[in-house]
């Protein structure tokens, strides 16, 4: 593994709670806390780390404000605080997204674009979210202001991408709210360029908008997702349901890697359509989506007495929920790939999978998706006796 400077920032910013940690140390407490959890269940495959643990965040959210002296900054708000830390350079983020974040303070000093006070409602720039592609090296930077129009934002712009060829999108979008969210309820604004930048996963191409979701770490998701296709023994007969689908990530790396027939369900229109517009770009014709609650929607597949062969679910950090795992059950899928970012909600979703059917745990593989963090990815294959 690749030796690595400690952060300056670490216990000031605290959202690398590991920092502290050789990154081997780190691996082995993450082990660890798997074991406590989930060893009981199966063995666990030892964790997935990175050769290199650093600069891997390629979608970054930065907090605009001054410092005692007066000073525009960016940075993040202290773990459990409303206090905002400047960071001038970020040993997890993608090295661009820094270099970005310097221009914009500059540039909005230069154009007297003001930091926006949310006690007061004034000023204008409140956020700042930045996407960047590991294929194709593009970025998109999204503009979140507390007041619009920019002052002089046709001339920001055109500096920006003076500076920067990289950036090939650049939008904006009001949010005024009080809230801790970046992002707003209001629509975001194109201001300049193609709307989206393009990243590469699993030798599949996926449009990635100012709002749609997508891994923060390509690199470690490509692990994640191989490693659950692996787990998943696809056949070409095989129907596939992807529940909490999203922007189609899993169904469409299934649908390419070997299955007969792949349904994603999905609640969030917006994320359909942006499934639905990456199965057309990568010329796959053997997924297709659906809006729906995916509790309901098994349910419903189950009274129809229709199954499937694999269910993968990758709900969000609280879990799944016992309508939705009543509903699997009732599905009867030969294998279950359950993929977690919460070691918890796993522990107890896998619990009430194996207390209200015959399903055994076949095989449990974590992966070290956020280095430095407390964070777990973890992937548990159930299946039939």
């Known amino acids: ?11 000031t910013c605290g959202a690398c709670q590991l920092m502290d940690y050789s990154y081997q140390h780190q691996l082995d407490m993450k082990m660890h806390h798997l074991e406590d959890l989930l060893g009981q269940f199966a063995p ?3 964790i997935q780390g990175m050769e290199d643990p650093t600069c891997y965040r390629n979608k970054i959210q930065a907090t605009f404000g001054y410092d005692w002296k007066g000073s525009l900054v960016s940075g993040i708000y202290r773990e459990g605080t409303h206090l905002l830390v400047p960071i001038r350079s970020c040993m997890v983020q993608h090295p661009l997204a820094d270099r970005i974040l310097k221009s914009i303070r500059n540039l909005a000093t230069r154009f007297g674009i003001s930091a926006y006070d949310e006690d007061e409602g004034f000023g204008y720039l409140r956020h700042v979210l930045i996407k960047i592609s590991n294929k194709t090296g593009e970025a998109m930077v999204v503009l979140i202001c507390g007041r619009t129009p920019l002052p002089s934002s046709a001339d920001f712009i055109a500096a920006l991408k003076g500076q920067h060829p990289e950036i090939t999108t650049v939008a904006q979008q009001l949010n005024a709210e009080k809230t801790s969210m970046v992002l707003g309820n209001e629509p975001v604004q194109v201001l300049w360029g193609k709307g989206y930048i393009e990243e590469e996963l699993c030798s599949l191409t996926f449009r990635i908008s100012p709002t749609s979701f997508f891994q923060v770490n390509p690199t ?3 692990v994640l997702y191989t490693l659950a296709m692996r787990m998943a023994r696809l056949e070409s007969t095989d129907f596939v349901i992807d529940a909490y689908c999203g922007t189609g990530t899993i169904a469409l790396i ?22 639905e517009a990456n199965a057309e770009r990568n ?12 509790s ?4 419903d597949l189950a009274k129809e007495k229709k199954g499937c062969d694999v269910l993968f679910l990758d709900p969000p ?16 899928p030969r294998r279950i790939v359950y993929i977690s970012c919460n070691p918890r909600t796993l522990d107890r979703d896998v619990r009430y999978l194996l207390r209200f059917s015959d ?3 076949k095989g449990i593989q974590p992966v070290d998706m956020f280095p430095h963090t407390d964070h777990i990815e973890t992937i548990v294959l159930l299946a039939r006796e």
């Not at 593994?1 to 216990?11: E, F, G, I, Q, V």
């Not at 950090?317 to 009867?332: T, W, Y």
């Open 44 to 46: 666990i495959a030892p």
């Open 283 to 294: 010329n796959l014709e053997n997924v297709h989506f659906v809006t729906a609650d995916a």
């Open 1 to 11: 593994m690749k030796r690595y400077a400690k952060c300056p920032l670490s216990r």
């Open 359 to 361: 399903y055994q745990v």
């Open 296 to 299: 309901s929607y098994l349910k």
């Open 220 to 222: 470690q998701a490509e």
């Open 254 to 275: 299934a649908a390419k890697s070997g299955a007969g027939e792949v349904l994603g369900i999905e609640l969030n229109e917006t994320a359909v359509r942006d499934a």
């Open 317 to 332: 950090r609280s879990g799944s929920d016992e309508r939705f795992l009543a509903a699997a059950i009732k599905l009867e």
